[in-house]
């Protein structure tokens, strides 16, 4: 089969490989249909982070299941699935609290090589969401929407979460990326009154109005601390920070335009750790990290791409198919494309 292999920082290549086989228990082979590329994947093509040479790439996927292991009962072949980048064995205490990421028993066997004609995947019983239907039954355009909730829209709306997101809440989100963006889906979708998304790119701000925001900061550094104090309450700082960046600037930006009391959700992988203390002086919450979105959650979701509700495909603002899979990754790193869509195989 055909897949996207790192070869070195800046450099990937299209490989034929092995194709996957049921090797154990909880596990299920799937047909990728579609796949993209994450913002965190630039860390390690930037060269910001380590990789190994020649390993298989990819965390986000939807597909047809294939094949299943025999002590799988809650999937089966020809399901059409979510393949979510998290999962959890569903029975540990940390998954029994919210925390699939974290699971102390299966995170050590994370799964990888998404970007692929097919893919392993455990565990089936808990991890994989099943769609309604099969692939020809929805349009592209659905069908990218479905594919973000493999990553993005749920780790845009475990920030919201993360950052307890209440109703008629006044809410920031650092960060225009497509995590960004989908946090402000996240953050209308749990009804937040007002939305204020700092962007520098003008056709991401503008998307951002699209999915909610009702205000656009632009400015940089204090100027934008100053203008997202100005529309909250007393100059007082916004009910909950949604931070999708990860870089130590954008913590420390969360926590000088939170209200005291207020709470930051942080979802963009970091790199290095804020060492101000103004956290503490405004007692302000600081929690997240890899996105726990449960199934239910997931579920949540889904119901609402299958409602209409919510559109977090339009961040894919660029397709193309595996074997230009070099080129998807530069459209994002050269932000040519807010997120990268691959079509990996027809419906």
Same mark, same amino acid.
């Given at each position: 089969?055909?897949?996207?292999?790192?070869?070195?920082?800046?450099?990937?290549?299209?490989?034929? %490989?092995?194709?996957?086989?049921?090797?154990?228990? *909880?596990?299920?082979?799937?047909?990728?249909?579609?796949?993209?590329?994450?913002?965190?994947?630039?860390?390690?093509?930037?060269?910001?982070?380590?990789?190994?040479? !020649?390993?298989?790439?990819?965390?986000?996927?939807?597909?047809?299941?294939?094949?299943? +292991? +025999?002590?799988?009962?809650?999937?089966?072949?020809? *399901?059409?699935? @979510?393949?979510?980048?998290?999962?959890?064995?569903?029975?540990?205490?940390?998954?029994? !609290?919210?925390?699939?990421?974290?699971?102390?028993?299966?995170?050590?066997?994370?799964?990888?090589?998404?970007?692929?004609?097919?893919?392993?995947?455990?565990?089936?019983?808990?991890?994989?969401?099943? @769609?309604?239907?099969?692939?020809?039954?929805?349009? *592209?355009?659905?069908?990218?929407?479905?594919?973000?909730?493999?990553?993005?829209?749920?780790?845009?709306?475990?920030?919201?979460?993360?950052?307890?997101?209440?109703?008629?809440?006044?809410?920031?989100?650092i960060g225009d990326g497509a995590v960004g963006l989908?946090?402000?889906?996240?953050?209308?979708?749990?009804?937040?009154?007002?939305?204020?998304?700092?962007?520098?790119?003008?056709?991401?701000?503008?998307?951002?109005?699209?999915?909610?925001?009702?205000?656009?900061?632009?400015?940089?550094?204090?100027?934008?601390?100053?203008? %997202?104090?100005?529309?909250?309450?007393?100059?007082?700082?916004?009910?909950?920070?949604?931070?999708?960046?990860?870089?130590?600037?954008?913590?420390?930006?969360?926590?000088?335009?939170?209200?005291?009391?207020?709470?930051?959700?942080?979802?963009?992988?970091?790199?290095?750790?804020?060492?101000?203390?103004?956290?503490?002086?405004?007692?302000?919450?600081?929690?997240?990290?890899?996105?726990?979105?449960?199934?239910?959650?997931?579920?949540?979701?889904?119901?609402?791409?299958?409602?209409?509700?919510?559109?977090?495909?339009? $961040?894919?603002?660029?397709?193309?198919?595996? *074997?230009?899979?070099?080129?998807?990754?530069?459209?994002?790193? !050269?932000?040519?494309?807010?997120? +990268?869509?691959?079509? $990996?195989?027809?419906?």
């Open positions: 089969m055909k897949a996207s292999v790192f070869l070195k920082a800046g450099e990937l290549a299209v490989k034929e %490989v092995s194709k996957p086989e049921i090797d154990g228990e *909880d596990q299920a082979i799937i047909r990728v249909v579609r796949s993209s590329v994450c913002g965190s994947d630039l860390w390690w093509f930037r060269g910001i982070s380590n990789r190994p040479a !020649n390993s298989l790439t990819g965390h986000e996927a939807i597909g047809v299941v294939e094949e299943v +292991s +025999s002590d799988v009962k809650d999937i089966k072949p020809g *399901d059409f699935v @979510i393949v979510p980048f998290t999962h959890g064995c569903g029975e540990c205490v940390a998954c029994r !609290n919210g925390f699939e990421g974290n699971c102390v028993r299966i995170a050590a066997q994370m799964n990888a090589g998404y970007q692929a004609e097919y893919m392993k995947y455990m565990p089936a019983n808990n991890g994989l969401v099943k @769609i309604p239907g099969q692939p020809s039954d929805y349009t *592209d355009e659905q069908l990218a929407s479905l594919q973000a909730l493999s990553d993005v829209m749920a780790t845009g709306f475990y920030a919201a979460k993360s950052a307890e997101v209440k109703v008629d809440d006044t809410v920031a989100v989908c946090g402000v889906i996240g953050a209308k979708f749990l009804g937040a009154k007002k939305i204020i998304l700092l962007s520098h790119h003008a056709d991401r701000a503008e998307l951002g109005k699209e999915f909610g925001a009702t205000d656009i900061v632009s400015e940089r550094g204090d100027d934008a601390v100053e203008a %997202v104090l100005k529309l909250t309450e007393d100059n007082a700082g916004v009910d909950a920070v949604l931070e999708c960046v990860g870089a130590v600037s954008a913590i420390e930006q969360a926590g000088e335009i939170a209200r005291p009391g207020a709470v930051i959700g942080r979802v963009g992988v970091p790199q290095t750790e804020p060492k101000s203390n103004q956290l503490f002086l405004k007692n302000v919450g600081l929690r997240g990290g890899i996105a726990a979105v449960t199934k239910p959650d997931k579920e949540i979701l889904l119901q609402a791409v299958l409602d209409g509700k919510i559109n977090p495909g339009k $961040v894919f603002t660029k397709s193309f198919d595996l *074997d230009h899979i070099q080129e998807a990754y530069e459209a994002m790193s !050269n932000r040519e494309a807010i997120k +990268s869509l691959l079509i $990996v195989s027809d419906k």
